[in-house]
């Protein structure tokens, strides 16, 4: 917990200093985990408010301050939901798959042919977005919950309120389809690459 | 896992470390506070809404009750339950039915 169970209980009571304090200690991990959420950096911050805004609306509804986090967490994940729903309706027709130019950059970038170390986040970040948009939102949410935010399934079980089993079948499930559509970008990849050099 | 799978557990690390937790503008706090102050007026304008519905609606409960009322009341004024009674089951028909004798019935006639 990064603040005391008394704060907590204090902004419960209407004490917005309290309130302030609470979201002076959230917000920067809430923007982090939001912005490799929606993948949007100019509207991380938005997201991040609506969380706040909700939970100060909601705050009289949590009955134990020792489940702040995972609610917090959960806030986090539905108006992440709601952001990436609005975006999608905004842009239907973004690709699923992956662009050839996109993998070859990624392969460089592991390779360590990129040309700075700038260049080559992006390319990772482009690269894991677009893989990330293959999936449903819950499951893009629950993916990087797990495997880039690192939390564990005991941790997902309290955010989502579900069993770990179920948990554990929809992760492998999101995760297979994002494997399946990696290698499929690669082995085109790999095909046009031959192509290029049998040009050359 | 294949060597694919752990490309992939790779990349989800590297993408970690490529988008780090963002500083917030220093905009954040008093934007934050301006929304929550707008949406408590939202939230104020609608109770106030819900306010003077619930006031017409019980104006409009009233007044429909008040319309009602002289109706029921000038029943009331024709006179007492054994009058009203009376008129509706006249004496002939009590003679006819047997409840009365039907002689007491005549004498009185005439």
């Known amino acids: 917990m990064l603040v005391e169970f008394e704060q907590i209980q204090k902004a419960q009571a209407g004490d917005d200093v309290a309130f302030n304090q609470v979201v002076a200690a ?21 997201v991040a408010q609506e969380v706040f805004l909700r939970l100060y609306y909601s705050l009289d509804q949590l ?58 986040q992006k390319q990772v970040k482009d690269l894991v977005d677009s893989l990330l948009s293959s999936v449903s939102e819950q499951d893009r949410i629950l993916l990087t919950l797990k495997e880039v935010e690192g939390l564990s ?13 179920a948990l554990k079948v929809r992760l492998f499930r999101a995760r297979q389809r994002v494997l399946n559509v990696y290698e499929t970008s690669k082995k085109r990849t790999g095909k046009s690459g031959q192509n290029k050099s049998q040009l050359e | 896992m294949n060597r694919s799978g752990d490309q992939l557990t790779q990349l989800f690390a590297q993408f970690k470390a490529a988008v780090p937790d963002p500083d917030p503008s220093a905009n954040f706090m008093p934007e934050l506070w301006r929304k ?35 109706r029921s009341a000038s029943t009331e004024l024709r006179g007492s339950y054994v009058d009203v009674l009376a008129e509706s089951h006249p004496a002939e028909n009590l003679a006819a039915m047997g409840i009365i004798p039907h002689e007491g019935f005549e004498a009185n006639r005439k």
């Open chain 1, 153 to 165: 399934l005991k941790e997902l079980e309290k955010i989502y309120s579900v069993n770990e089993n």
């Open chain 2, 36 to 70: 929550i102050e707008s949406r408590q007026n939202v939230l104020i304008r609608m109770k106030k809404l819900t306010q003077v519905f619930v006031a017409t609606a019980a104006a409009i409960c009233i007044l429909l009750a008040a319309m009602s009322l002289p």
């Open chain 1, 26 to 46: 959230y917000r920067k991990r809430i923007l982090g985990t939001i912005a490799r959420l929606i993948g949007r950096p100019e509207d991380v911050e938005d």
């Open chain 1, 63 to 120: 009955r134990t301050p020792e489940v702040f986090e995972p609610w917090l967490y959960r806030l986090t994940v539905n108006a992440s939901y709601d952001y990436l729903r609005k975006q999608r309706r905004r842009n239907e027709a973004r690709m699923s798959d992956l662009s050839e130019q996109q993998v070859m950059m990624a392969d460089a970038s592991a390779g360590g042919k990129a040309s700075s170390e700038a260049d080559r």
